[in-house]
């Protein structure tokens, strides 16, 4: 009796370990995936002429930045059981891709453009890559970490709403750096809720992912694109 419970057991935790497995592995998957329509709507955006046109005027970007992103994560949270939820998370990396031209056609326009975006991805790849081994390594509870993450991004954004108005680079700067802190702390948290199977949909936990990823490389950047103009 004792030795059928223990071997049940087992075949519980067993199960739940390669979901976990499963899950995580899927989520990485798709997230790679999901570079490629990222890198093609940055692209379009670039060579079209878009990102100097109609993503030009901050708050025409703006706008559509708020309504295309708030309707296509609602719609990949709504589908993300069945494969249309896949469909829309690809549609959803085109659309960011496409956004993020604006701020790549800007770095590029540098002499060392092609080298800082290059450097912008190794540090973003290298971060990710830290904080990957980190989520299997830490075994204490990150909840509060995720709390406190939380209410600083509450705070960069309240900032970011005044320096709209504002115009300041110093505070451009720092919120930047606050940022890139902030969510190299949220892809570790992300990643060790999937870890501990606190996620159990790999479309949600892509999502997830791929929102700190590409908030992350955005404001490096910034960074480094604001020290190159310095340097010069």
């Known amino acids: ?88 998370l690809l549609t959803f990396t085109f659309f960011m891709g496409l956004m993020l031209s604006r701020l790549l056609g800007i770095i590029l326009g540098m002499h060392n453009g092609s080298q800082l975006v290059m450097t912008a991805f190794g540090s973003t790849s290298i971060i990710f890559g830290t904080m990957s081994i980190l989520s299997n390594k830490i075994k204490s509870d990150l909840s509060n970490l995720h709390k406190f993450l939380f209410s600083g991004l509450l705070v960069l954004f309240i900032i970011s709403l005044f320096n709209i108005f504002l115009k300041m680079s110093s505070i451009m700067i720092t919120t930047s750096i606050m940022s890139t802190i902030i969510f190299s702390g949220f892809i570790l948290v992300d990643l060790k809720r999937i870890i501990e199977n606190g996620e159990d949909n790999y479309i949600s936990a892509t ?20 020290m190159n103009n310095r340097e010069d």
């Open 1 to 88: 009796m004792n030795d059928y419970s223990t071997n049940k057991k087992y075949i519980i935790i067993e199960n739940d370990g390669s979901i976990k497995n499963k899950v995580l592995r899927n989520t990485y998957l798709l997230l790679s995936i999901s570079l490629i329509p990222t890198v093609l709507g940055a692209a379009i955006g670039i060579f079209s002429g878009i990102h100097n046109t109609l993503l030009a005027g901050n708050g025409i970007s703006s706008l559509l930045f708020f309504i295309g992103t708030i309707f296509l994560m609602f719609q990949i949270e709504k589908n993300k059981n069945n494969s249309y939820g896949v469909i829309l």
């Open 207 to 226: 999502l997830t992912l791929y929102l700190d990823i590409y908030n992350l490389f955005s404001n490096l950047l910034i960074l480094i694109g604001f």
